[in-house]
């Protein structure tokens, strides 16, 4: 018998005037001892789903119909007393956002201690012993269970989030995006760990993702949700290998691979299906390429396809399917023009020549009558980069790397401490005297979050226009523009959009609608950070698509932040990759990828987890975390977390053209050669050699 | 050190005000004929009044920070005597009721926030609003028109009946007859604060209420009244800032209220200085408050790197 079964279930949100139904007659189950995936896109009720199954729904969702069986027990006919003693007792959850998820004034030893006692009758010294156990099995330091929330970095409040999961030695662990908003190496370290102790404590484990990825990597088993709809069910490996279910293939195909070069990412067009009523057919019919009218007749049940399960009434051609679709215009996408690529790189537009943001730190008032130099934080620290025209430079880099404030400093929206920043050979200072408005009508800025970035009381048609009347054109001419820019951007037909307000658009619309705020001036530089990393999957394919198109077109010169490299390696023509504020390799976007040289960019590269089931990839354990930016290392900043470090290494900081090979740069003195034998592995082995003196240790105690 | 550079800016400014009155309590006696001008000089010597400004100035910044207030200049009296006993009326009236409104408007706050849409956040809200617009005097008045001349159940004066004469602290006021003059006043402030307690703890629990640390601790399997205890914990400080500013501004005492229930409280103490323009009290009086606000933002500052984590101590 499984471990946990879901049945049927129907899940609906009452709202004001419609009810929302997020889930509609979803089954699977999870045998004990497995790892089970559900996997979607924001929107797809797959939260919902895991929140049911602990009876935690908000107060307006309720279950309507289904059943959720644990062990054999009736799950939905609990009271909440005895929801009290199942949750965390049996099922235990890990959280989304380990930024919020526990709560900020209290110790994090005492909230996995509440949790232990809340559910057996221990002393609070046996407690405290579990909790330093814990600790211990997530790695993390026993000594640090009495510190505040606020105390820890984000991969390691995750830690203690699985730490207080593991307290009670839970039968089934519901894991809830448990690393998104992580950086890749650190999500490397977390999920390796994670799945490390479920197979010692043989729990079984729900994981609930968008990242088609990490699925791949870890589950047995997964369905793919869509609209509160089970697309397809069945073994993680056959459903990546040969997907049956449109959706699946369209959403395999836009989730983008590090080293898959130039090529287009085909994204799937349209939204989300309006889930206020019961569907009526297919939920992924009006973004199909091969709905027919048979899928208008309801949505096709689960059968058996290829050893999986497919909910889709074309599932006898799923191999003509699989091939179409692999072909952009298949969705409606045009097809890039690769070619144009080549010569459209013109003269440079942005030079910074080491460029500097430095940060200080508060500190007394006596420390300052005495005198003493404030210490500082070097977010950007001697940063070179130039960028041509219709040429796209990508910057890559983990959470505070720095560079969101690079970015920044070069739309001189934040003041450079030291260095030059030159537009077209003009330094900066010198734009900025004659004519704000000239210079950021020249050097535009696409913010990260589509959500917060356009004024909500704002029409598309006044929030595109306003940089034009902010520049003094007349009315007709601004009409006009905003016209062509929006549709320029993929929102067709223009009238369609003129008129709405930011909250009646989706995500991946409100996105572009800030790209063309941005184009509508005809910047000679775009600076975009991370514009596409709030957005889902299917969509973020197409924003990479228009800046792309954009650039090649109107020949600017683009800066893409980002730490999502599997895009990056996409859209940008060089990469530079940036490690606590200076750049630690740049060249060839193809060179890097392939070829990396510095040990950080292999690490990074080796760290994204890859779709493919076939591919077994070593995971990167990257011993520490990033030294703490006030205090940096003397010499290279990589090297007390670096296996190939020396005493060069530690004594005198590498210059970027320590390593040269025509335009490929690497700040290192002992470039890469094997990835696999120079890094990974000794990683793997410094971190037995750890687990194993922590063994030794407690032996000899 | 900021707190003590606030205190002295506040009692200059005090200074500067009071000596910009057109008049000083002495032309009056003039006007009315009582003393000739050249009395009303020796008088203006015996008090220092016709030394330079400046002379005058540091003679009172010295002896207010030896608390020495002088002598009253209308009851020949130190003022210390007047003052002292005024405050000490007000605050064993006030305190108790600020802290007992704090408590249960708070708890009663947090458990509206809780359920919110339920019968008691409605009502709760609506009553304690109610009393919250009404002016304090206007309750008083209601509650004496109730229990003291509908019901005659309790005393409608003072604070103490007229033939009580009790010496000392204790003896004032542990007495029956003290407590039935008590309760009334007692209620009208604990009604009068309560709305703000109980928005206050109401609103930061629903800001509370949707987050992911409660999600985890609901997860924990935690029952409700341990998940309201965590939001509660999480929406002290709002409450504890507001508890600290609030008691700074007791010690001016609620005037109206004084007045209605006829306490005799620094409030009603100091309007009396005032318009005799009894300047040694109204400059003690003025001071003792201003001393009193800023003695207790520092303590909700205080206060604040107790209750949150990631405040520091050095931050205050």
Known sequence: MSLLEVNDVKIAYRMPGNDVHAVNDVSFSIDEGDNYGLVG???????????SVLGLLDDNGEVREGSIEFDGRELLDLSEREWQSVRWEDIAYIPQSAMDSLDPVMTVGAQIRQAIRKHRDVSKAAANERVAEVFEMVGLDPDRTG????????????RVTIAMALALDPDLLIADEPTTGLDVIVQDKIMDKLIEIQEETGSSLLMITHDVGVVAETCDEMSVLYGGKVMEQGATDRIFRSPTNPYTIGLKNAFPEVDEFDEQAISIPGSLPDLTEEP??????????????????GHPPLTEAGGQLSACYHTDRSDELREKAADPETWGIDVRDERDRSGGVGDTILETR???KWFKQPQGILEDLRGEEPDYVKAVNGVDLSVREGEIVGVAGESGCGKSTLAEVIAALQERTGGEILIEGTPVDELLGESTKEFRSQVQFIFQDPFDSLNPRQRVRAAVGEPLKIQGHDPETIERRVRETIEDVGLKPAGKYLDQLPTQLSGGERQRVAIAQALVLEPKLLICDEPASMLDVSLKANILNILREKADERDIGVVYISHDLASLTQIADRLAVMYLGRIAEIGDTTDVITAPKHPYTASLLSASPKTDPDVDRQRVLLPGEPPNPVNLPEGCNFAPRCPKADETCRGEEPTRSTFVDDDHEAACYHPVKDVESELLERYAAAREEEVGEVVAEELTL | ?????????????????????????FSALVASGSLTPAEVEQIRAMYGLDDPIYVQYFRYIQNLFTFEFGISLTQQRPVGEIIIPALVNTLVLLLPALVVTAIISSLAGMYAGWNRGSWFEQSSIVVTTVFRATPIFVTGIFLLIIFSYGLGWLPAFGMRSSLANPQGYVETYVSVDFLKHYILPFTATVLFYSGDFLMLARNSVVERKGSEFLMLHRAKGLSEMEQLGRAGRNSLLPLVTYFALRTGMLFQGVITLEVVFAWPGIGRALVQAILNQDYPTVQAAVFIMALAVIVMNLTADLAYAKLDPTVEAGDV
């Open chain 1, 41 to 51: 896109e924001s929107g797809c009720g797959k939260s919902t789903l895991a929140k």
């Open chain 1, 147 to 158: 510190d505040y929330p606020h105390q820890f970095s984000g991969g390691m409040r995750q």
């Open chain 1, 280 to 297: 009526t057919g297919c939920v992924f019919r009006n973004r199909c390429p091969f709905a027919t009218e048979e899928c208008e007749d």
């Open chain 1, 354 to 356: 080491g460029l500097e």
């Open chain 2, 1 to 25: 050190m900021i707190a003590a550079l606030l205190t002295l800016i506040a009692v200059s400014i005090i200074f500067a005000t009071l000596r910009l009155l057109p008049a000083d309590p």
